[in-house]
């Protein structure tokens, strides 16, 4: 074997300690004391999980705080001052804030990312330049694909959709949309479906991003989904105005995804960040509650969005960290759903993402982490560090496990 992880807790099985097999990039076996020599590491019964699945992030508008103002915090001014901001990206400074950000997120467990990136006559390609280079020069720790979407309209920007057409020709292998920028929202959606549908890529969409549930696009989502086969190929982000919806609502709309395959990714620290910003008092949460649907058969994933921006200026790209945020905030307490946070960063993550070999069987890549945890109960609700991550088998970061000084030993 080239590896041989060693007393290692599984997350579906986490009462026993196995030892997991790697060759060729490759997990090639997991068995109780497996009878196999090579390279050894001994986790002390640590659990090990498949690379976290990072769903929806900004790696082109990530660490700008110092170019923009905040001082309202609404997405309007949001979306106003990075427009503005991109006027001076360049590819190089795209690469450069990128890199910063995909390093944590690497240190932090990520194996998987799509990342969103704009395009407009505002920045052209420029971002889509520094990205694609940022994507070559980590594949060794990481793989991302790119989604191209609209941020500041399309039908109402002209020369914005010739550019998501060029980004999707050169490289773009998911397409998004912002339908709540445009003069047609519908008319965005049109367009993006029918952009999937030439260029064969899956969709995901910035979607309902508002503080009421009045007017929810997610149903002529879901009626596109059905129609043209795109059930599991669609996901949609956001979608706040879910969690201001009455129980009957919310369970209608909860149907028609489960029954179209539209999946959601909630963005736990952004939508806590921007909603509520017209209440001076018992101000709303504005997280939608992945886990409820969860129970009413929709797939969910947990991402981070943005970094160190107007959008979200915090972040330090731990997908655990953002489990638990979201635990916190939708008040989750039963163990099966403080489990199911942990799931929606990294197998549902997976499923949205139609992953192939994402998994602890034998023939699954050896895209691992591991952490400072037995349970991946415990690792959500403790923060648990990451240890060390693999990406095919090759390790691609370490952490020391903190440790206490006590008085007297040192001279021990």
């Given at each position: 074997?080239?590896?041989?992880?060693?007393?290692?807790?599984?997350?579906?099985?986490?009462?026993?300690?196995?030892?997991?097999?790697?060759?060729?990039?490759?997990?090639?076996?997991?068995?109780?004391?497996?009878?196999?020599?090579?390279?050894?590491?001994?986790?002390?019964?640590?659990?090990?999980?498949?690379?976290?699945?990072?769903?929806?992030?900004?790696?082109?508008?990530?660490?700008?705080?110092?170019?923009?103002?905040?001082?309202?915090?609404?997405?309007?001014?949001?979306?106003?001052?990075?427009?503005?901001?991109k006027g001076g990206f360049t590819p190089e400074d795209?690469?450069?804030?990128?890199?910063?950000?995909?390093?944590?997120?690497?240190?932090?467990?990520?194996?998987?990312?799509?990342?969103?990136?704009?395009?407009?006559?505002?920045?052209?390609?420029?971002?889509?330049?520094?990205?694609?280079?940022?994507?070559?020069?980590?594949?060794?720790?990481?793989?991302?694909?790119?989604?191209?979407?609209?941020?500041?309209?399309?039908?109402?920007?002209?020369?914005?959709?010739?550019?998501?057409?060029?980004?999707?020709?050169?490289?773009?292998?998911?397409?998004?949309?912002?339908?709540?920028?445009?003069?047609?929202?519908?008319?965005?959606?049109?367009?993006?479906?029918?952009?999937?549908?030439?260029?064969?890529?899956?969709?995901?969409?910035?979607?309902?991003?508002?503080?009421?549930?009045?007017?929810?696009?997610?149903?002529?989502?879901?009626?596109?989904?059905?129609?043209?086969?795109?059930?599991?190929?669609?996901?949609?982000?956001?979608?706040?105005?879910?969690?201001?919806?009455?129980?009957?609502?919310?369970?209608?709309?909860?149907?028609?995804?489960?029954?179209?395959?539209?999946?959601?990714?909630?963005?736990?620290?952004?939508?806590?960040?921007?909603?509520?910003?017209?209440?001076?008092?018992?101000?709303?949460?504005?997280?939608?509650?992945?886990?409820?649907?969860?129970?009413?058969?929709?797939?969910?994933?947990?991402?981070?969005?943005?970094?160190?921006?107007?959008?979200?200026?915090?972040?330090?790209?731990?997908?655990?960290?953002?489990?638990?945020?979201?635990?916190?905030?939708?008040?989750?307490?039963?163990?099966?759903?403080?489990?199911?946070?942990?799931?929606?960063?990294?197998?549902?993550?997976?499923?949205?993402?139609?992953?192939?070999?994402?998994?602890?069987?034998?023939?699954?890549?050896?895209?691992?982490?591991?952490?400072?945890?037995?349970?991946?109960?415990?690792?959500?609700?403790?923060?648990?560090?990451?240890?060390?991550?693999?990406?095919?088998?090759?390790?691609?970061?370490?952490?020391?496990?903190?440790?206490?000084?006590?008085?007297?030993?040192?001279?021990?």
């Amino acid at each position: 074997m080239d590896l041989i992880l060693r007393g290692a807790r599984l997350p579906d099985d986490p009462t026993r300690t196995v030892d997991i097999g790697i060759e060729g990039g490759r997990i090639a076996a997991v068995e109780p004391r497996l009878a196999a020599e090579g390279e050894t590491l001994d986790l002390g019964g640590r659990l090990v999980s498949p690379g976290f699945v990072e769903t929806h992030i900004h790696l082109d508008k990530s660490c700008i705080l110092e170019r923009c103002n905040s001082s309202r915090g609404d997405l309007e001014e949001a979306i106003g001052e990075v427009a503005k901001a991109k006027g001076g990206f360049t590819p190089e400074d795209v690469y450069e804030r990128g890199r910063r950000t995909l390093e944590k997120c690497i240190l932090n467990g990520t194996t998987h990312m799509r990342t969103q990136l704009e395009v407009d006559p505002g920045i052209g390609l420029r971002g889509f330049e520094g990205v694609k280079r940022l994507v070559q020069d980590y594949r060794w720790a990481i793989d991302v694909e790119i989604c191209v979407f609209p941020q500041e309209g399309l039908l109402n920007n002209p020369g914005t959709d010739e550019l998501m057409l060029a980004a999707l020709s050169g490289g773009a292998s998911v397409v998004g949309a912002a339908p709540y920028t445009d003069a047609d929202p519908h008319g965005q959606i049109d367009r993006v479906f029918e952009m999937a549908r030439e260029f064969d890529v899956d969709i995901d969409m910035h979607l309902d991003f508002g503080p009421s549930p009045d007017g929810l696009d997610l149903d002529y989502v879901c009626d596109l989904a059905e129609r043209f086969g795109r059930g599991g190929r669609t996901a949609i982000g956001h979608v706040t105005k879910l969690s201001a919806a009455s129980p009957e609502r919310f369970d209608a709309a909860a149907r028609r995804m489960a029954d179209a395959g539209v999946a959601l990714t909630v963005l736990p620290s952004t939508d806590l960040f921007l909603m509520g910003r017209h209440m001076e008092h018992s101000v709303m949460r504005g997280v939608t509650p992945a886990h409820k649907l969860l129970h009413r058969g929709v797939n969910c994933s947990l991402s981070t969005n943005n970094v160190l921006n107007p959008f979200t200026p915090f972040g330090d790209c731990s997908l655990i960290r953002m489990a638990n945020l979201n635990a916190n905030v939708c008040q989750i307490g039963a163990k099966d759903d403080i489990r199911a946070c942990f799931d929606m960063v990294t197998a549902r993550s997976a499923r949205l993402m139609n992953l192939s070999g994402y998994g602890l069987a034998p023939g699954d890549w050896a895209d691992l982490v591991v952490l400072d945890c037995e349970t991946p109960e415990a690792a959500v609700a403790e923060l648990a560090p990451v240890l060390h991550a693999f990406k095919r088998g090759r390790r691609t970061m370490t952490r020391k496990p903190a440790e206490l000084h006590r008085p007297g030993r040192e001279a021990a």
